[in-house]
Protein backbone atom coordinates (compact mmCIF):
# COMPACT_ATOMS: atom_id res chain seq x y z
CA UNK A 1 0.00 0.00 0.00
CA UNK A 2 1.64 3.34 -0.99
CA UNK A 3 0.82 6.93 -0.58
CA UNK A 4 -1.76 8.59 -3.10
CA UNK A 5 0.17 11.48 -2.70
CA UNK A 6 4.03 10.52 -2.21
CA UNK A 7 4.11 7.20 -3.50
CA UNK A 8 5.92 6.17 -0.05
CA UNK A 9 4.70 3.43 2.42
CA UNK A 10 1.36 4.31 3.44
CA UNK A 11 0.17 3.60 7.01
CA UNK A 12 -3.49 3.97 6.94
CA UNK A 13 -6.33 3.51 4.02
CA UNK A 14 -9.29 6.18 3.60
CA UNK A 15 -11.48 4.51 1.79
CA UNK A 16 -13.82 6.63 1.62
CA UNK A 17 -11.61 9.25 0.29
CA UNK A 18 -9.88 6.43 -2.25
CA UNK A 19 -6.68 7.20 -0.72
CA UNK A 20 -3.83 5.84 1.30
CA UNK A 21 -1.51 7.83 3.38
CA UNK A 22 1.82 7.89 4.69
CA UNK A 23 2.46 9.21 8.35
CA UNK A 24 3.12 12.77 7.16
CA UNK A 25 0.14 13.35 4.29
CA UNK A 26 -2.11 11.35 6.72
CA UNK A 27 -1.55 14.49 9.44
CA UNK A 28 -1.66 16.85 6.42
CA UNK A 29 -5.15 14.98 5.76
CA UNK A 30 -6.65 15.78 9.17
CA UNK A 31 -5.51 19.48 9.31
CA UNK A 32 -7.16 19.48 5.94
CA UNK A 33 -10.31 18.13 6.95
CA UNK A 34 -10.51 19.93 9.78
CA UNK A 35 -9.65 23.13 8.03
CA UNK A 36 -12.57 22.72 5.73
CA UNK A 37 -15.22 22.07 8.35
CA UNK A 38 -13.89 25.42 10.48
CA UNK A 39 -14.02 27.57 7.20
CA UNK A 40 -16.88 25.89 5.49
CA UNK A 41 -18.88 26.25 8.44
CA UNK A 42 -18.02 29.60 10.15
CA UNK A 43 -16.59 27.85 13.25
CA UNK A 44 -13.80 30.37 14.28
CA UNK A 45 -12.48 32.85 13.45
CA UNK A 46 -8.36 34.57 13.41
CA UNK A 47 -7.30 35.66 16.76
CA UNK A 48 -10.68 34.06 18.55
CA UNK A 49 -9.67 32.60 22.14
CA UNK A 50 -11.02 28.85 21.80
CA UNK A 51 -11.53 26.85 24.53
CA UNK A 52 -11.33 23.17 23.61
CA UNK A 53 -13.15 20.44 26.07
CA UNK A 54 -10.93 17.64 26.75
CA UNK A 55 -11.57 14.42 28.16
CA UNK A 56 -8.30 13.04 28.01
CA UNK A 57 -9.97 10.96 24.95
CA UNK A 58 -8.89 10.58 21.66
CA UNK A 59 -10.77 12.88 20.06
CA UNK A 60 -10.14 15.83 22.06
CA UNK A 61 -6.53 16.05 22.62
CA UNK A 62 -6.51 15.35 18.95
CA UNK A 63 -8.77 18.48 18.34
CA UNK A 64 -6.30 20.71 20.91
CA UNK A 65 -3.39 19.17 19.10
CA UNK A 66 -4.85 19.96 15.55
CA UNK A 67 -6.20 23.61 16.16
CA UNK A 68 -3.04 24.47 17.67
CA UNK A 69 -1.27 23.77 14.76
CA UNK A 70 -3.41 25.17 12.76
CA UNK A 71 -2.20 28.38 14.75
CA UNK A 72 -5.43 28.61 17.03
CA UNK A 73 -5.08 30.19 20.10
CA UNK A 74 -6.57 27.57 21.99
CA UNK A 75 -6.65 26.19 25.68
CA UNK A 76 -8.18 23.64 27.69
CA UNK A 77 -10.34 22.65 30.19
CA UNK A 78 -11.02 19.72 31.57
CA UNK A 79 -13.72 18.72 33.64
CA UNK A 80 -13.13 16.20 36.39
CA UNK A 81 -16.94 14.00 36.53
CA UNK A 82 -15.91 12.17 39.75
CA UNK A 83 -15.94 8.40 37.30
CA UNK A 84 -13.95 6.70 39.39
CA UNK A 85 -10.59 4.88 38.01
CA UNK A 86 -11.88 6.42 34.50
CA UNK A 87 -11.54 9.82 35.51
CA UNK A 88 -8.42 9.51 37.42
CA UNK A 89 -6.75 8.19 34.30
CA UNK A 90 -8.26 10.57 31.87
CA UNK A 91 -7.27 13.71 33.64
CA UNK A 92 -3.80 12.39 34.06
CA UNK A 93 -3.56 12.10 30.27
CA UNK A 94 -5.08 15.25 29.85
CA UNK A 95 -2.63 16.99 32.15
CA UNK A 96 0.49 15.14 31.04
CA UNK A 97 -0.95 16.22 27.27
CA UNK A 98 -0.66 19.76 28.11
CA UNK A 99 2.35 19.98 30.43
CA UNK A 100 4.32 18.30 27.71
CA UNK A 101 3.50 20.87 25.16
CA UNK A 102 3.33 23.70 27.55
CA UNK A 103 -0.31 24.70 27.01
CA UNK A 104 -2.93 26.08 29.21
CA UNK A 105 -5.10 23.21 30.98
CA UNK A 106 -8.16 24.77 32.68
CA UNK A 107 -9.57 22.93 35.23
CA UNK A 108 -13.17 22.43 36.73
CA UNK A 109 -13.29 19.30 39.41
CA UNK A 110 -17.17 18.42 40.29
CA UNK A 111 -16.11 16.97 43.77
CA UNK A 112 -14.18 19.56 44.83
CA UNK A 113 -15.49 22.69 43.71
CA UNK A 114 -19.08 21.23 43.67
CA UNK A 115 -19.25 18.58 46.78
CA UNK A 116 -20.19 15.89 44.32
CA UNK A 117 -19.34 13.30 41.41
CA UNK A 118 -21.20 12.01 38.35
CA UNK A 119 -22.38 8.83 39.76
CA UNK A 120 -23.63 10.72 43.16
CA UNK A 121 -25.06 13.22 41.93
CA UNK A 122 -27.14 10.92 39.22
CA UNK A 123 -28.52 8.66 42.15
CA UNK A 124 -29.47 11.64 44.19
CA UNK A 125 -31.46 13.62 41.43
CA UNK A 126 -32.54 10.18 40.33
CA UNK A 127 -31.35 10.89 36.53
CA UNK A 128 -29.20 8.93 34.31
CA UNK A 129 -25.65 9.38 34.75
CA UNK A 130 -25.55 10.60 31.35
CA UNK A 131 -27.89 12.87 31.92
CA UNK A 132 -26.67 14.28 34.97
CA UNK A 133 -23.04 14.79 33.08
CA UNK A 134 -24.67 16.09 29.95
CA UNK A 135 -25.93 19.01 32.23
CA UNK A 136 -23.04 19.76 34.13
CA UNK A 137 -20.81 19.37 31.31
CA UNK A 138 -23.08 22.20 29.41
CA UNK A 139 -23.06 24.16 32.79
CA UNK A 140 -19.36 24.38 33.54
CA UNK A 141 -18.28 24.43 29.95
CA UNK A 142 -20.11 27.28 29.42
CA UNK A 143 -19.50 28.93 32.60
CA UNK A 144 -15.79 28.55 32.43
CA UNK A 145 -15.69 29.99 28.86
CA UNK A 146 -17.39 33.18 29.93
CA UNK A 147 -15.61 33.02 33.21
CA UNK A 148 -11.92 33.11 31.65
CA UNK A 149 -13.11 35.85 28.06
CA UNK A 150 -13.28 32.52 25.70
CA UNK A 151 -15.25 33.38 22.36
CA UNK A 152 -15.76 29.98 21.79
CA UNK A 153 -16.16 26.36 23.01
CA UNK A 154 -14.74 23.48 20.57
CA UNK A 155 -15.45 19.68 21.10
CA UNK A 156 -13.94 16.91 19.42
CA UNK A 157 -17.53 15.31 18.65
CA UNK A 158 -16.24 13.29 15.46
CA UNK A 159 -18.37 12.25 11.68
CA UNK A 160 -19.35 8.54 14.14
CA UNK A 161 -20.72 10.68 16.68
CA UNK A 162 -22.62 13.56 14.62
CA UNK A 163 -23.86 10.48 12.32
CA UNK A 164 -25.07 8.15 14.87
CA UNK A 165 -27.08 11.41 16.42
CA UNK A 166 -28.09 11.97 13.66
CA UNK A 167 -29.23 8.26 13.05
CA UNK A 168 -31.25 8.28 16.33
CA UNK A 169 -33.18 11.27 15.73
CA UNK A 170 -34.46 9.90 12.00
CA UNK A 171 -34.84 6.51 13.35
CA UNK A 172 -37.56 8.58 15.49
CA UNK A 173 -38.09 11.43 13.71
CA UNK A 174 -37.46 13.85 16.56
CA UNK A 175 -37.38 17.00 14.60
CA UNK A 176 -37.09 19.13 17.57
CA UNK A 177 -33.28 17.72 18.05
CA UNK A 178 -32.61 17.47 13.84
CA UNK A 179 -32.42 21.44 13.25
CA UNK A 180 -29.53 21.64 16.45
CA UNK A 181 -27.93 19.15 14.85
CA UNK A 182 -25.25 21.77 13.21
CA UNK A 183 -21.57 21.56 13.91
CA UNK A 184 -21.81 25.44 15.13
CA UNK A 185 -24.42 27.09 17.57
CA UNK A 186 -24.06 30.72 17.70
CA UNK A 187 -23.65 32.71 20.50
CA UNK A 188 -26.31 34.13 22.67
CA UNK A 189 -26.48 36.08 26.01
CA UNK A 190 -24.99 33.49 28.52
CA UNK A 191 -23.87 31.06 25.68
CA UNK A 192 -20.36 31.11 24.12
CA UNK A 193 -20.47 29.74 20.48
CA UNK A 194 -19.77 26.27 20.51
CA UNK A 195 -18.39 24.45 17.92
CA UNK A 196 -17.17 21.02 16.81
CA UNK A 197 -14.00 20.82 14.25
CA UNK A 198 -13.84 17.42 13.65
CA UNK A 199 -17.25 16.31 11.50
CA UNK A 200 -15.67 15.78 8.88
CA UNK A 201 -12.86 12.83 10.48
CA UNK A 202 -13.96 9.42 11.18
CA UNK A 203 -13.74 7.76 14.36
CA UNK A 204 -10.70 5.47 13.25
CA UNK A 205 -9.05 8.43 11.59
CA UNK A 206 -9.01 9.88 14.59
CA UNK A 207 -7.22 7.06 16.60
CA UNK A 208 -4.79 6.56 13.56
CA UNK A 209 -3.97 10.27 14.12
CA UNK A 210 -3.25 10.31 18.12
CA UNK A 211 -0.99 7.10 17.15
CA UNK A 212 1.00 9.21 14.71
CA UNK A 213 1.53 12.67 16.78
CA UNK A 214 2.28 10.41 19.89
CA UNK A 215 -0.46 11.19 21.70
CA UNK A 216 -1.49 9.26 24.76
CA UNK A 217 -5.34 8.87 25.18
CA UNK A 218 -7.48 7.35 27.64
CA UNK A 219 -8.17 4.34 25.56
CA UNK A 220 -11.38 3.01 27.62
CA UNK A 221 -14.76 3.92 27.36
CA UNK A 222 -16.81 5.64 30.18
CA UNK A 223 -18.22 2.51 32.24
CA UNK A 224 -21.28 4.67 32.52
CA UNK A 225 -21.92 4.47 28.73
CA UNK A 226 -22.67 0.60 28.52
CA UNK A 227 -26.12 0.10 26.64
CA UNK A 228 -25.65 3.68 25.46
CA UNK A 229 -28.39 3.52 22.35
CA UNK A 230 -25.88 5.41 20.11
CA UNK A 231 -22.66 2.50 20.44
CA UNK A 232 -25.63 0.35 18.22
CA UNK A 233 -26.06 3.13 16.12
CA UNK A 234 -22.57 3.33 15.37
CA UNK A 235 -21.97 -0.21 14.60
CA UNK A 236 -25.29 -0.28 12.31
CA UNK A 237 -23.36 2.60 10.54
CA UNK A 238 -19.76 0.94 10.23
CA UNK A 239 -21.51 -1.64 8.67
CA UNK A 240 -23.07 0.03 5.71
CA UNK A 241 -20.01 1.86 5.72
CA UNK A 242 -18.45 -1.34 5.11
CA UNK A 243 -19.92 -2.14 2.54
CA UNK A 244 -20.86 1.15 0.16
CA UNK A 245 -17.71 3.26 2.07
CA UNK A 246 -18.54 6.83 1.73
CA UNK A 247 -21.91 6.27 3.36
CA UNK A 248 -21.85 7.82 6.77
CA UNK A 249 -19.88 11.09 5.77
CA UNK A 250 -22.83 11.55 2.69
CA UNK A 251 -25.64 10.57 5.40
CA UNK A 252 -24.44 13.16 7.82
CA UNK A 253 -22.85 16.23 5.45
CA UNK A 254 -25.28 15.90 2.90
CA UNK A 255 -28.00 16.43 5.79
CA UNK A 256 -26.51 19.77 6.66
CA UNK A 257 -25.87 20.91 3.24
CA UNK A 258 -29.39 19.90 1.64
CA UNK A 259 -31.50 19.53 4.54
CA UNK A 260 -30.67 21.01 8.66
CA UNK A 261 -32.46 24.22 7.26
CA UNK A 262 -35.37 22.25 6.83
CA UNK A 263 -35.96 22.02 10.58
CA UNK A 264 -36.41 25.02 13.28
CA UNK A 265 -32.78 26.64 13.46
CA UNK A 266 -33.85 29.48 14.77
CA UNK A 267 -31.87 29.89 18.23
CA UNK A 268 -32.87 33.83 18.77
CA UNK A 269 -36.02 31.93 19.54
CA UNK A 270 -34.90 29.75 22.38
CA UNK A 271 -34.28 33.45 24.54
CA UNK A 272 -37.40 33.91 25.07
CA UNK A 273 -39.14 34.24 28.01
CA UNK A 274 -35.20 32.94 29.09
CA UNK A 275 -35.05 33.72 33.27
CA UNK A 276 -31.79 34.28 35.32
CA UNK A 277 -30.56 31.53 37.39
CA UNK A 278 -31.13 33.14 41.17
CA UNK A 279 -28.32 30.82 42.41
CA UNK A 280 -25.93 31.05 39.55
CA UNK A 281 -27.35 34.00 37.21
CA UNK A 282 -26.76 31.52 34.25
CA UNK A 283 -29.93 31.95 32.18
CA UNK A 284 -32.53 29.28 33.01
CA UNK A 285 -36.17 28.45 31.98
CA UNK A 286 -37.02 28.14 35.58
CA UNK A 287 -36.60 30.09 38.66
CA UNK A 288 -33.15 28.33 39.21
CA UNK A 289 -31.33 26.25 36.98
CA UNK A 290 -31.01 22.49 36.08
CA UNK A 291 -27.21 22.37 37.15
CA UNK A 292 -27.91 24.59 40.35
CA UNK A 293 -31.24 22.21 41.39
CA UNK A 294 -28.76 19.30 41.00
CA UNK A 295 -26.00 20.53 43.29
CA UNK A 296 -29.05 20.95 45.54
CA UNK A 297 -30.21 17.62 45.58
CA UNK A 298 -25.96 16.14 45.38
CA UNK A 299 -24.92 17.88 48.37
CA UNK A 300 -24.71 15.76 51.32
CA UNK A 301 -26.12 12.72 48.97
CA UNK A 302 -24.21 9.10 50.58
CA UNK A 303 -21.55 9.33 47.84
CA UNK A 304 -22.35 6.04 45.50
CA UNK A 305 -18.76 3.89 45.32
CA UNK A 306 -17.60 2.57 41.80
CA UNK A 307 -16.67 -1.02 41.36
CA UNK A 308 -12.89 -1.16 39.57
CA UNK A 309 -13.32 -0.11 35.98
CA UNK A 310 -11.18 -3.28 34.30
S1 LIG B 1 -18.72 10.81 30.26
FE1 LIG B 1 -20.66 11.45 31.02
FE2 LIG B 1 -20.20 10.45 28.63
FE3 LIG B 1 -19.71 8.94 30.79
S2 LIG B 1 -21.41 9.63 32.08
FE4 LIG B 1 -22.24 9.47 30.03
S3 LIG B 1 -22.03 11.54 29.26
S4 LIG B 1 -20.75 8.28 28.93
S5 LIG B 1 -19.55 11.28 26.76
ZN1 LIG C 1 2.90 10.63 1.56
ZN1 LIG D 1 -27.81 28.11 38.46
Known amino acids: MKCTVCRKPAVIDVRRHNANFCPDHFVAHVQEQTKRAIEHFKMLRRGERVLVAVSGGKDSLALWDILVGLGYEADGLYLGLGIGEYSDISGDHARAFASERGLKLVEVDLRDDYGFDVPTGAK???????????????HLFNRAALDGGYDVVATG??????????????????????????????????FPRKVKPLVRLAEREMAAYCVIRGIDYQVEECPMAAGNRHLGYKEALNSIEQTSPGTKAAFYLEFLDKAAHLFNTDFEEDQVGLLVCQSCGAPTTAEVCAFCRLVDKATGAVPVVLGPTR
Not at 124 to 138: N, Q
Not at 184 to 190: D, F, Q, T
Open 124 to 138: AAKRVPCSACGLSKR
Open 157 to 190: HNLDDEAAVLFGNVLRWNVEYLGRQVPVLPSRPG
